[in-house]
C-alpha cells in the first residue's frame, strides 16, 4: 500500500521558517514526480512545488520562488519543503503528492499538514 505522509506543519510568526516532510513507502518513486500543495481556507489547492526524484527538474509557483526550497532524499524516500520568509498568506493546509511523470495526474495524495502563520 502506497503511503505519504507529511510532517512539520504548526504555527510560526510571519518571517520565520518551517520545514516540511513528507516520508513515502509501498513503492519506488525512483521515476516519479513529488509536489506540494496547498489549500487556504476558501480557496482552491494550488502547486506549490514539484521536482523529480532525481533532481533534475523542479518548478516553483511564482508566489513562493526565493523563499521556498523543495528537496529529496533516495535514501529516505523523504522529500521536503523549506519554507523562509513566511508571510501570512502561506497559511494554508499544505499536502505532499506524486506521479509518475512531469505530464501524468497525480496519483498519491498525503493527508495533509496544516501550516498557520501569525503576522
Known amino acids: 500500500q502506497v503511503q505519504l505522509v507529511e510532517s512539520g506543519g504548526g504555527l510560526v510568526q510571519a518571517g520565520g521558517s518551517l520545514r516540511l516532510s513528507c516520508a513515502s513507502s509501498g513503492r519506488t518513486f525512483g521515476n516519479y514526480v513529488m509536489g506540494w500543495f496547498r489549500q487556504a481556507p476558501g480557496k482552491e489547492r494550488e502547486i506549490v512545488a514539484t521536482?523529480?526524484?532525481?533532481?533534475?527538474?523542479?518548478y516553483y509557483v511564482d508566489s513562493v520562488k526565493g523563499r521556498f526550497t523543495i528537496s529529496g532524499d533516495n535514501a529516505k524516500n523523504t522529500f521536503y519543503l523549506q519554507m523562509n520568509s513566511l508571510k501570512s498568506e502561506d497559511t494554508a493546509v499544505y499536502y505532499c503528492?506524486?506521479?509518475?511523470?512531469?505530464?501524468?495526474?497525480?496519483?498519491?495524495w498525503g493527508q495533509g499538514t496544516q501550516v498557520t502563520v501569525s503576522s
Open positions: 503528492a506524486a506521479k509518475p511523470g512531469w505530464f501524468a495526474e497525480w496519483d498519491y
Open positions: 521536482i523529480t526524484w532525481s533532481g533534475g527538474r523542479i
